[in-house]
């Protein structure tokens, strides 16, 4: 009987010690991260403050993402992953503060975050620059402090972000050029750049976004001339780039981009003819050539018989829109 009975008891006791050691398990935040959360809420102004009361990845006391399907919408929340070590540390994957008023700045500690996949600063009233720490945020895949109030150049580190699939800097007030290290971020697919305040010419290297669908650089001071290797980047649909300073002629080869849907060009000074060989470009639903100081006559452009936004007002063209165009009852703005 004894010995049975021991056998039993040391069943329980494991049972027991298992439930003790589960208990122990309990997700708990990385330190290293709830100190930068820290640095960031007060940094930034966030306002209601975060409460630290409670574990940060717990998702309570408003911690937790409550997703909108509007993307502008006044929130700030965090999401975690808890499961990359098996040890119950949990790690910051996602921060959104969108629309939040906040007018502080990003400090360092941005960089504390090495699960970051995705960080959202969306319209607030942001001062200050992006950290070079920026750079450490090795697993990012989507970046976007659009609509704020940031200033200074766009740090060369950026261009360790090698997983970024999103990147929005729009409508700040950057100083300088658009850094060569943009050319490292291989995986983009769109990249948002208007009313950024940057200028000069634009990098070679953005010709190894080869995967690149979106690239908007409308509203900034870019000059030279528009670059040929544009037409390098096979996967652009939607290329905005007016309302700069570039000088023409337009580049018949953009007519090799044969994936476009929408090109804007517009505000090029010494615009010459318009490329015959546009007429290849036949996804285009909308072609801007607005205020290009364009001359000559307006060529066949037959084949492109998805438009239905066509601009080529402020212009010295010659010649006519043919009738198969003319006859879109969408088209607009001749
Ligand atoms: C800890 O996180 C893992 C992975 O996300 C999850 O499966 C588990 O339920 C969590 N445990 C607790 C006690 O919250
Ligand atoms: C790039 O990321 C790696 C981690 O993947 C990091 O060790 C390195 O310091 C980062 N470089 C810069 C310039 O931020
Ligand atoms: C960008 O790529 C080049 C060439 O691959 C490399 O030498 C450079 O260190 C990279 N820069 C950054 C900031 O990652
Ligand atoms: C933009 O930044 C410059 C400094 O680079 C500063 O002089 C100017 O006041 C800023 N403009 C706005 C609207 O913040
Ligand atoms: C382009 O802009 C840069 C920076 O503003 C300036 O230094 C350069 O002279 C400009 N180049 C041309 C061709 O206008
Ligand atoms: C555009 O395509 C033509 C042939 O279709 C090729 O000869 C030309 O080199 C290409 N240009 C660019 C810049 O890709
Ligand atoms: C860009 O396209 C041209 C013409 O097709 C080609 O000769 C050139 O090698 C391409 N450049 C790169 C970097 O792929
Ligand atoms: C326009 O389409 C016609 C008929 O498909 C084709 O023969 C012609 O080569 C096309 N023109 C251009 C410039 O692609
Ligand atoms: C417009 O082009 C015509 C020739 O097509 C030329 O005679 C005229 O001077 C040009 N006007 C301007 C404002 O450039």
Known sequence: MAPAMLIAATGFCSIFLFRCVTAQQTNVTDPREVSALRALGTSIGLSPPWDFSVDPCSGAAGWGEDTGTNQFRRRSAIQCDCSIGSDGVCHVTRIAIVSMNVRGQIPPEIGNFPYMNDLNFQANLITGVIPDE??????MEHLTVASNRLSGPIPGTMGNLTRLLTLS??????SGTLPQEIGNLSSLTELYL??????GELPPALRNLRRLQTLNIFDNNFNGSIPDFLANMSSLQVLAMYGNKFTGPLPASLANLTNLREL?????SAGGSIPPSYNRLTSLTKLSLRNCQLSGFIPDLGNLTQLTHLDLSFNNLSGTIPAYLASIDSLSRL
Do not use: K, P, Q
Request: charged share 15%; net charge negative; proline share 0%.
């Open 169 to 174: 800097l729009a409508v700040n007030n950057f």
């Open 194 to 199: 208007d009313s950024t305040g940057l200028g």
């Open 264 to 268: 804007e060009l517009g505000e090029v």
């Open 134 to 139: 920026i750079g450490l945020l090795s697993n």
